[in-house]
T-cell receptor, first 117, second 114 residues
Framework: DAGVIQSPRHEVTEMGQEVTLRCKPI?????LFWYRQTMMRGLELLIY????????DSGMPEDRFSAKMPNASFSTLKIQPSEPRDSAVYFC???????????????FGQGTRLTVV | GEDVEQSLFLSVREGDSSVINCTYT??????LYWYKQEPGAGLQLLTY?????DMKQDQRLTVLLNKKDKHLSLRIADTQTGDSAIYFC??????????????FGTGTRLTIIP
C-alpha cells in the first residue's frame, strides 16, 4: 500500500475562496482523522470518522469547516470561505481499530500546506 | 479536559543523549505514544508504552513513565544527525462522545549540534 495519500501537497489561495483538501486512507483502515498543525497551537484534531461516519467533530474550528467521507477510500476537508488564519499544514491519518493496543498505530499522510493570502 | 505539554525546542550535541519530556493531565490514559515527524513529512509512530509500565526500551530509545506525576520522557542514546526531527508526545483517551482519540502535544524540535 502507498500509505495515506493527501492532495494537493501545497495550496495557495486568496482569502474568501473555497479550499478542498483530499485524503485517501490506507485500504482496510476503518478510522480516518483530520489534524491541523500550526506553530502556535501544535497538532490539533479537527474531526475523525469511523466506518465513514463522523464520530467527533468538536475540534472543527467553526462552521466554515466541513468534512465528508462518502466512502471508505476517500475523504475531503473543505474550508469556505477561507481566511488567512486558516494557514497551516493539514494532516490526514488513518488507522485500523481504535487508538489503543498494538494494532492501533495511526498512519499519517505527508500533509497539505495551506497558505491563505 | 485533556492536555499534553512539551517544551518546543531541544539542542543536543551529536553522540550525547537526548531527553524529551512531556506532561499530560488525563489520568485515565491507558497508552502513551511518541511520534516522530521528519521535515516535510507526516508523523510516524516511534514507540508507545502501556500505562501499567514504568519503562520500555527499544534499541537506542528508552521511554520512562511516571504515572503519579503524569510525566513521560523519551531518551535517545548516542544521538545522531538523523534523529533531527519534531517529537510528539500523545495520549489516547475517551472523547466526550465515548470514543477514543489521540491528543498530541505541540511537539519538541530536536536539533543536533555537530
Amino acid at each position: 500500500d502507498a500509505g495515506v495519500i493527501q492532495s494537493p501537497r501545497h495550496e495557495v489561495t486568496e482569502m474568501g475562496q473555497e479550499v478542498t483538501l483530499r485524503c485517501k486512507p490506507i485500504s482496510g483502515h476503518d478510522y480516518l482523522f483530520w489534524y491541523r498543525q500550526t506553530m502556535m497551537r501544535g497538532l490539533e484534531l479537527l474531526i475523525y470518522f469511523n466506518n465513514n461516519v463522523p464520530i467527533d467533530d468538536s475540534g472543527m474550528p467553526e462552521d466554515r469547516f466541513s468534512a465528508k467521507m462518502p466512502n471508505a477510500s476517500f475523504s475531503t476537508l473543505k474550508i469556505q470561505p477561507s481566511e488567512p488564519r486558516d494557514s497551516a499544514v493539514y494532516f490526514c491519518a488513518s488507522s485500523w481499530g481504535s487508538l489503543r493496543g498494538l494494532n492501533t498505530e495511526a498512519f499519517f499522510g505527508q500533509g497539505t500546506r495551506l497558505t491563505v493570502v | 479536559g485533556e492536555d499534553v505539554e512539551q517544551s518546543l525546542f531541544l539542542s543536543v550535541r551529536e553522540g550525547d543523549s537526548s531527553v524529551i519530556n512531556c506532561t499530560y493531565t488525563d489520568s485515565s490514559s491507558t497508552y502513551l505514544y511518541w511520534y516522530k515527524q521528519e521535515p516535510g513529512a507526516g508523523l510516524q509512530l516511534l514507540t508507545y508504552i502501556f500505562s501499567n509500565m514504568d519503562m520500555k526500551q527499544d534499541q537506542r530509545l528508552t521511554v520512562l513513565l511516571n504515572k503519579k506525576d503524569k510525566h513521560l520522557s523519551l531518551r535517545i542514546a548516542d544521538t545522531q544527525t538523523g534523529d533531527s526531527a519534531i517529537y510528539f508526545c500523545a495520549e489516547s483517551n475517551i472523547s466526550n462522545f465515548g470514543n477514543e482519540k489521540l491528543t498530541f502535544g505541540t511537539g519538541t524540535r530536536l536539533t543536533i549540534i555537530p
